[in-house]
C-alpha cells in the first residue's frame, strides 16, 4: 500500500526558505495531482499549492503565489515544495496529498491519501 511522508519541516525565521519533500512508497505510484496543504491552530485545512504528475503543471494559492514553488520527481516518486521568503502566517502543519481522479483540485475533499504532515514554524 502506497504511504506519503513528509519531511523538511522546522523552526526559521522570518524571510528564510524551507524546503519540504512528500515521499510515497510503492512501486505503483500515480497519481493524477499532488497538493500541497496546510493547517494552522484553530483553522481549517487549507489548500497551499498543486502539481499534475504527469505535465507537471502547477497551482498555487493567492497567499504563497511568487514565493512557494511546488515541483515533483517522478522517479523517486517524490513531490518538493520550496518555501521562499517565510512569513509567520505562513506558521502551520503542511501534509501532502495525492489526487488519483482527473483534473487538479484546490480541495481538501478532492484528495484521497495523506501524508501524517510536517510543522513548519516560522518566528518573526
Known amino acids: 500500500q502506497v504511504q506519503l511522508v513528509e519531511s523538511g519541516g522546522g523552526l526559521m525565521q522570518a524571510g528564510g526558505s524551507l524546503r519540504l519533500s512528500c515521499a510515497a512508497s510503492?512501486?505503483?505510484?500515480?497519481?493524477?495531482?499532488m497538493g500541497w496543504f496546510r493547517q494552522a491552530p484553530g483553522k481549517a485545512r487549507a489548500f497551499v499549492s498543486a502539481i499534475t504528475w504527469g505535465s507537471g503543471t502547477t497551482y498555487y494559492s493567492d497567499s504563497v503565489k511568487g514565493r512557494f514553488t511546488v515541483s515533483r520527481d517522478n522517479a523517486k516518486n517524490t513531490v518538493y515544495l520550496q518555501m521562499n521568503s517565510l512569513k509567520p502566517e505562513d506558521t502551520a502543519v503542511y501534509y501532502c496529498?495525492?489526487?488519483?481522479?482527473?483534473?487538479?483540485?484546490?480541495?481538501?475533499?478532492?484528495?484521497?491519501?495523506w501524508g501524517q504532515g510536517t510543522q513548519v514554524t516560522v518566528s518573526s
Open positions: 510503492g512501486r505503483t505510484f500515480r497519481p493524477y495531482t
Open positions: 496529498a495525492a489526487r488519483y481522479w482527473s483534473g487538479p483540485s484546490n480541495e481538501r475533499l478532492g484528495y484521497q491519501q
